[in-house]
Protein backbone atom coordinates (compact mmCIF):
# COMPACT_ATOMS: atom_id res chain seq x y z
CA UNK A 1 0.00 0.00 0.00
CA UNK A 2 1.39 3.01 -1.09
CA UNK A 3 1.50 6.21 1.47
CA UNK A 4 -0.71 8.35 -1.03
CA UNK A 5 -3.53 5.31 -0.54
CA UNK A 6 -3.37 5.72 3.28
CA UNK A 7 -3.50 9.50 2.95
CA UNK A 8 -7.29 8.67 0.94
CA UNK A 9 -8.14 6.56 3.38
CA UNK A 10 -7.63 8.87 6.34
CA UNK A 11 -9.02 11.97 4.05
CA UNK A 12 -12.07 9.72 3.52
CA UNK A 13 -12.75 8.58 6.76
CA UNK A 14 -12.57 12.37 8.17
CA UNK A 15 -14.84 13.86 5.73
CA UNK A 16 -17.23 10.94 6.26
CA UNK A 17 -16.40 11.83 10.36
CA UNK A 18 -17.73 15.43 9.82
CA UNK A 19 -20.21 14.26 7.26
CA UNK A 20 -21.78 12.25 10.50
CA UNK A 21 -21.23 14.84 12.76
CA UNK A 22 -23.93 17.22 10.80
CA UNK A 23 -24.45 20.55 12.54
CA UNK A 24 -22.43 19.52 16.03
CA UNK A 25 -19.17 21.32 16.62
CA UNK A 26 -16.09 18.22 16.50
CA UNK A 27 -13.87 18.63 19.07
CA UNK A 28 -10.10 16.53 19.78
CA UNK A 29 -9.59 16.08 16.35
CA UNK A 30 -6.31 15.56 16.54
CA UNK A 31 -5.66 13.23 19.18
CA UNK A 32 -8.81 11.22 17.79
CA UNK A 33 -6.79 10.64 14.52
CA UNK A 34 -3.00 9.99 16.30
CA UNK A 35 -4.43 7.60 18.79
CA UNK A 36 -6.55 6.02 15.72
CA UNK A 37 -3.67 5.51 13.27
CA UNK A 38 -0.65 4.81 16.20
CA UNK A 39 -2.61 1.66 18.04
CA UNK A 40 -2.66 -0.08 15.22
CA UNK A 41 0.45 0.43 13.67
CA UNK A 42 2.30 -0.35 16.38
CA UNK A 43 0.60 -3.64 17.23
CA UNK A 44 1.30 -4.05 13.01
CA UNK A 45 5.40 -3.03 13.95
CA UNK A 46 5.87 -4.79 16.88
CA UNK A 47 4.57 -8.00 15.25
CA UNK A 48 6.63 -7.88 12.37
CA UNK A 49 9.82 -6.85 14.77
CA UNK A 50 8.65 -10.37 16.73
CA UNK A 51 7.98 -8.21 19.78
CA UNK A 52 11.55 -7.06 19.26
CA UNK A 53 11.33 -3.49 20.61
CA UNK A 54 14.87 -1.86 19.66
CA UNK A 55 14.15 -3.11 16.08
CA UNK A 56 10.53 -1.73 16.20
CA UNK A 57 11.42 1.59 17.46
CA UNK A 58 14.16 1.76 14.67
CA UNK A 59 11.69 1.05 12.05
CA UNK A 60 9.52 3.74 13.33
CA UNK A 61 12.41 6.19 13.24
CA UNK A 62 11.95 7.02 17.14
CA UNK A 63 13.90 6.06 20.40
CA UNK A 64 13.11 3.24 22.02
CA UNK A 65 11.91 4.37 25.57
CA UNK A 66 9.63 6.26 23.00
CA UNK A 67 8.36 3.44 22.08
CA UNK A 68 8.58 1.71 25.22
CA UNK A 69 5.93 4.88 26.53
CA UNK A 70 3.65 4.47 23.76
CA UNK A 71 3.44 0.70 23.96
CA UNK A 72 2.20 1.49 27.50
CA UNK A 73 -0.10 4.07 26.87
CA UNK A 74 -1.94 1.86 24.15
CA UNK A 75 -1.88 -0.93 26.47
CA UNK A 76 0.28 -3.08 24.08
CA UNK A 77 2.81 -4.03 27.21
CA UNK A 78 2.72 -3.67 30.83
Known amino acids: MSQ ?3 EECIRTSLETYFK ?5 EPHGIHDMILTAVEKPMLEVVMKRAEG ?11 NRNT ?3 KLQEHKLIK
Do not use: E, H, P, T
Open 20 to 24: DLGDA
Open 67 to 69: LRR
Open 52 to 62: NQSRAADWLGI
Open 4 to 6: KKI
